[in-house]
């Protein structure tokens, strides 16, 4: 069964918003959920990226805005084809309220949270812009998906995709002995940019029985069976994506659509390609 949050009223959906008549004015720039500033009726249907504020529902999922809340944060367009797409940025210095000065971050954390002991699977499309490298360093880090533990928890996050360098890599952390412990499930070498990726995961938390499968564009690359999470608290863990990085000087885009989170099967769409 689908989680999701019933506190809807703080909300508004990216759909509705950018589903809806053209009109022939120049509105302001304003927030999704500021529905004092923007009547659904006269938004724009186009490539334009509007903004994000601090709470926003997508895919009947809701979500909450973790960013420097500028007005290229985090913010959503419509494609060629019509797809709804999240757009996520980050400039130098960009972090959250509650993020030390060595972060830049510009992330939507899903307001879904699951208990231990389910199948949790989620898929997402992503694509990477061209024109910013990455760092590789030890010391480095660009994060473009993470699954957290309960929100008091302040340990790295059980699976991770990472950027690292031209590579794309996906981490799994568990506990060994009461403490963190980290492997390298698998490593995309030069993954492309400018181009849609299909990512999808399957993963259950647990110290003996846990699961992690992955596919990227159709063809799975990782089906593991072991430890998996952090089992020393009640929940399993909840989803973020879009840009969590070490400091840096370079301006980072990164772009997701068909952004879903459940207990149901997707194998379905693990099949499918870019």
């Known amino acids: ?60 999922g809701e979500y909450e805005n973790q960013s420097a809340q500028k007005t290229y944060s985090v913010g959503v367009r419509r494609s060629a084809e019509d797809d709804l797409v999240l757009r996520f940025e980050v400039r130098a210095n960009d972090r959250a309220s509650f993020d030390s000065n060595d972060i830049d971050r510009a992330e939507a954390t899903s307001g879904i949270r699951f208990p231990k002991g389910e199948v949790i699977w989620n898929a997402y499309r992503v694509k990477i812009a061209d024109g910013f490298s990455v760092p590789s360093g030890d010391r480095s880090w660009f994060i473009i998906g993470q699954w957290h533990g309960s929100r008091d928890d302040s340990r790295s996050p059980y699976i991770v995709a990472e950027l690292q360098g031209t590579d794309l890599v996906f981490l799994s952390r568990y506990l060994s002995n009461g ?72 301006d980072a885009i990164v772009e997701y659509r068909d952004v879903v989170t459940t207990t149901h099967d997707l194998s379905s769409r693990a099949t499918m390609t870019n």
């Not at 959906?13 to 500033?37: H, K």
């Not at 030069?190 to 990726?197: I, K």
């Not at 029985?209 to 009640?234: C, K, M, S, T």
Request: charged share 20%; with cysteine.
């Open 1 to 60: 069964m689908k989680r999701i949050l019933t506190s809807r009223s703080r909300y508004i959906s990216c759909a509705t918003i950018l589903a809806v008549s053209t009109v022939i004015f120049t509105l302001p720039v304003t927030y999704a959920n500021e529905q004092r500033l923007l009547n659904a009726n006269q938004a724009t249907l186009s490539s334009s990226v509007m903004p994000l504020s601090e709470k926003f529902s997508y895919n009947d």
């Open 179 to 250: 403490q963190t412990a980290s492997r390298e499930m698998y490593r995309m070498n030069d993954v492309p940019r400018g181009e849609w990726m299909n990512i999808v995961m399957e993963h259950k938390v647990s110290s003996t029985a846990g699961l992690l499968n992955i596919w990227v564009n159709g063809r799975q690359v990782v089906n593991f069976d072991g430890p998996i999470g952090y089992w020393d608290h009640e929940q399993a863990g909840y989803w973020k994506f879009g840009i969590y990085r070490s400091r840096h000087s370079a």
